[in-house]
């Protein structure tokens, strides 16, 4: 079985809208208070091209800057610091897998 629909026939007229009649929608509007007045701000491409050119120029203040000034270099590490700094991952990483799954087991059970 189908369930009666009811359409309603559009409201709208088709044609030129003389300035008497789009004077009184304006004036009915809801909405004519907060569009009333014309306002230019400046669009979101405006504000985004403002923004990268000031980026742009703060980078290059940097590089030039960054070109003068010598830089730290870390000292590479030797192969005892780099064993022993994977088992201390290495364990760290299954310590706090071991205590999750206490604590989940834990409140699984209960």
């Known amino acids: 079985m189908v369930e009666r629909a009811l359409v309603l026939p559009p409201r709208s007229l088709i044609g030129i809208v003389t300035n008497e009649k789009r004077q009184e929608l304006i ?7 907060k569009y009333q007045d014309r306002v230019d701000k400046e669009s979101a491409y405006e504000l985004l091209k403002i923004k ?3 980026i742009e120029i ?5 590089t030039y800057d960054y070109g003068k000034t010598k830089s730290k270099v870390r ?5 005892f610091q780099k064993v022993a700094q ?3 991952n290495t364990v ?5 897998r071991e ?8 409140l699984k059970r209960k």
């Open 52 to 54: 990268t050119e000031k």
């Open 86 to 88: 994977s088992l201390i």
């Open 27 to 33: 004036h009915q509007s809801e909405m004519k208070d």
């Open 58 to 62: 703060t980078l290059e203040k940097e």
């Open 75 to 79: 000292p590479k590490k030797s192969e």
């Open 92 to 96: 760290g990483r299954q310590i706090g």
């Open 99 to 106: 205590l999750i799954r206490g604590i989940f087991g834990a």
